[in-house]
Structures are given as C-alpha cells and as structure tokens.
C-alpha cells in the first residue's frame, strides 16, 4: 500500500540554523501539507501547496518556513533561522482533491529538536 | 470548520467492542464527518469517512445519526494496537484537517 514517507526521523539543530525537512508523498496525490504538532498539544495545520504553489497557509506559517517541490518526487520544507519554539513533530500529509470527501493521508513525521 | 465535541479519553477491554462518541451539532449539509487515529509517536493515519449512511471498511465502523449531530466510530474488537487519540473531524472541502483534541482509547489486556 502506498504510503508517505519522510526523512529524517529525527533532526537535532542549533538555535539560529536552518533545517530542510523531506517528504515523499503518495505518487498520484495532488496536494501536499506540513502540519506539526508541539509536545503535548494538537495537531495544527502550517501549509498547503499544489500546482508548484502554496494555496493555504495558517499564520504559524511566517517569513522563516518555506516549502518546495524541486523534484517529481520530492516535498520538502524549510525552516530558516530555527527558534526554540519551533521543537516539534513535523508531519507530511498527502490528498487527491479539496472535495469534503477526500482524505489526507500522513507519514510518520519528522522529531525537530531545536538547542 | 464546524466544531466536534468528544470525550477526553474511554477505556476499554481487550477483544471487547468500542463506542467512540462525536457531537457535531453545527455540521452543514455537505460536511464529511472523518475519523483519524494517531498511534503513540506517529502521525494521524486516516481510518473511515462518511456523509449519512453508515460505512464499514477493513479497520472500523462509522454509525451516523440520522439527524448527522452525532456519530459513532465502532471498533469491533479491540486489540493493544488500537490505543490511541481517536480524532472526529468535519470536512467541509478546502485544504486544511483541524485537530481537535480528540478521545484518549486506553485498551486493558
């Protein structure tokens, strides 16, 4: 069964570096997402992107992520300048469409540990 | 999105069935109400969606109120792997799932 998958599993990094987090969605989805969740708190969306564009972003989304697809293959997102708030699970999530009927499908996340 | 409301956690029994309740008082008419699960230190892995009639797959059961306020996520039996937060969430289209905090299911052996 097709399945997202990201890498690293876990990424440990300095205050103030930059950090590149992979995902490789499901191979016939449309649509791509980064979503983290802090240690103990709910699952939040960051950003959407389709069409080589971002189309959504929620306001944690700020100047210091950005996201790419430099491949056929590859979603990655980057965080510029990392703080220690940004410690956290990072997941990759894939979809076919926008419908209400269509589901996200997950990858098993990235742990950021920022020192 | 409309808002769901679930209890914190429920507790269950190895091998017995499990009731996870959702209320969605505000769901609009073109709403899918869909239900995710996240594992101990994984990401939320989709489990069933439905609109009105009830829906079964290979992992779970939904059972939706005719009225669609509330819904049922129905595990037939449930085994250690099924801990879990089990998140009920209203889908109206557009990009983004929001997370509430979901229903902590500890299974008893």
């Known amino acids: 069964e097709p399945e997202v998958t990201q890498t690293p599993s876990h990424q440990v990094t300095q205050m103030g570096q930059e950090v590149i987090l992979r995902c490789v969605p499901i191979?016939?989805?449309?649509?791509f997402y980064w979503y983290r969740q802090i240690l103990g708190q709910k699952v939040e969306f960051l950003v959407s992107f389709y069409n080589n564009e971002i189309s959504e972003k929620s306001e944690i989304f700020d100047d210091q992520f950005s996201v790419e697809r430099p491949d056929g293959s590859n979603f990655t997102l980057k965080i510029r300048s990392t703080k220690l708030e940004d410690s956290a699970m990072y997941f990759c999530?894939?979809?076919?469409?926008?419908?209400?009927?269509?589901?996200?499908?997950f990858g098993p996340g990235t742990r950021l540990t920022v020192l | 999105d409309a808002k769901t409301t679930q209890p914190n956690s429920m507790e269950s029994n190895e091998e017995e069935p499990v009731h996870l309740p959702c209320n969605h008082s505000t769901i609009s008419g073109t709403d899918y109400i869909h239900w995710y699960r996240q594992l101990p230190s994984q990401g939320p892995e989709y489990v069933i969606h439905g609109l009105t009639s009830n829906v079964n797959n290979r992992m779970a059961s939904l059972a939706i109120a005719e009225d669609r306020k509330s819904s049922t996520l129905i595990l037939h039996r449930a085994t250690l792997r099924d801990a879990a937060v089990y998140y009920c969430?209203?889908?109206?289209?557009?990009?983004?799932?929001?997370f509430g905090a979901g229903t902590i299911l500890r299974v008893k052996s």
């Open positions: 191979s016939n989805h449309l649509y």
């Open positions: 999530a894939s979809g076919m469409g926008l419908a209400s009927s269509d589901t996200q499908y």
């Open positions: 969430i209203l889908r109206d289209g557009g990009n983004k799932l929001v």
